[in-house]
């Protein structure tokens, strides 16, 4: 194998790429914007599925590594009606299939399992174009250029490579999240420890219909609660926030749950950072392009979705399966990316129909989504 695999941005599926091509002897780079691995907080916890994050682990052959990372207990769920009321308590028994790992941590043991200087940090993509000879050339904020048979896109949401294929992008996807931290919640916030419990809480207020007007919190590592606030806003609601105020900010998330019991809206009242609002994008489901040879996308730049819990198991199994296309094809790219492609397309725009349908879900009856059985009995 003589092509070097090109890879910009150093999240979970590019990684994930270029550590299954690195098993199978195929030498890539990912190119990276952030200055560092620590250079910011790389999100809260994940739920890793047995049907596709797992499945690209091993192919990685991180299994290992994987399970010396899991929180256990953290696959818990609590239902709250907006009064506190318990409409559901369900304990970690130890037997479900997605384990709850940080992300940050899971992102550590790919960048630990991958040679030295396969990745370049400080290296933000400016622009990207196909030359004359099909080759496609990288420009990096910085001056630099690099020049490549293959180059995957793995940047993200707002991805530099994918104009080369598509000029689809993202759209807002009419919610946000507003996002709160409380630290050392044991000793410092205990009603809102126990109101979250040991793994995940949701609540919703039964009357709200199709408002969209939830919370969610995890416990995260330690005694870290993470709570996110969902809002059915248009931008420029947000916009109208200053969220650089923290007081001010918080007060008008929190005057959007008033009457919801004070044990939940402390998770926006009591947070130890200012709040943090995170636009819902998308790409058009069924996203797709025709071939183009010598590049290809993987994760969020390929089929970015609201989230459900499925964005980056689907980032990883993306790395994975293209890793493994062109290790199966080592003399023929475009047989390998018209492999991965061929599954990728129907796969994505599944799981992209699947999220809208949880989203509107969770949006409109919380209760009934975490238990259908007793809605149908």
Request: hydrophobic share 40%.
């Amino acid at each position: 194998m003589t092509t070097h695999v090109t890879i910009i941005g150093a999240g979970l599926g590019g990684l994930t790429l270029a550590r299954v091509l690195h098993v199978n002897g195929i030498p890539a780079t990912v190119y990276e914007a952030e200055p560092s691995p620590m250079a910011r907080l790389q999100g809260g916890m994940l739920d890793i599925h047995d049907y596709n994050g797992q499945l690209a682990l091993q192919a990685a052959d991180l299994m290992d590594e994987f399970r010396a990372i899991i929180l256990e207990g953290r696959q818990a769920t609590r239902v709250l009606d907006r009064d506190g009321t318990v409409l559901m308590d369900e304990p970690d028994d130890g037997t479900g299939s997605r384990p709850e790992v940080q992300r940050g941590e899971l992102r550590q043991i790919l960048l630990d399992s991958l040679p030295a200087g396969t990745v370049r940090w400080g290296h933000k993509v400016s622009g990207t174009r196909t030359l004359d000879d099909g080759r496609h050339e990288v420009t990096f904020a910085d001056g630099g250029i690099v020049v490549t048979n293959l180059l995957v896109g793995a940047d993200g949401a707002w991805s530099r490579v994918r104009p080369l294929l598509s000029d689809a992008t993202p759209e807002y996807f009419g919610r946000s999240f507003v996002e709160t931290y409380l630290y050392d919640s044991e000793t410092r916030h205990p009603t809102s420890a126990k109101t979250v419990g040991s793994g995940s809480l949701f609540v919703l207020a039964s009357d709200s219909g199709a408002s969209g007007k939830w919370i969610g919190a995890h416990r995260e590592s330690g005694e870290t609660l993470h709570a996110y606030m969902t809002l059915a806003k248009p931008l420029d609601w947000f916009d109208g926030i200053d969220f650089t105020d923290a007081a001010a900010a918080t007060a008008r998330i929190a005057a959007e749950f008033e009457g919801w019991a004070p044990e939940i809206t402390a998770l926006i009242t009591d947070s130890d950072t200012a709040p943090m609002v995170r636009p819902l994008n998308s790409l058009p489901i069924g996203h797709r392009w025709d071939r183009v040879p010598g590049a290809t996308l993987v994760g969020d730049a390929a089929h970015l979705s609201p989230p459900d819990g499925e964005g980056a198991n689907l980032a990883m199994q993306d790395g994975a399966e293209l890793g493994q296309a062109v290790a199966a094809h080592p003399d023929d790219i475009e047989a390998a990316l018209t492999a991965y492609e061929a599954a990728l397309f129907p796969r994505s725009a599944a799981a992209a129909t699947a999220a809208v349908a949880t989203n509107d879900a969770i949006g409109q009856d919380l209760i009934g989504f975490f238990t259908p059985d007793e809605q149908t009995a």
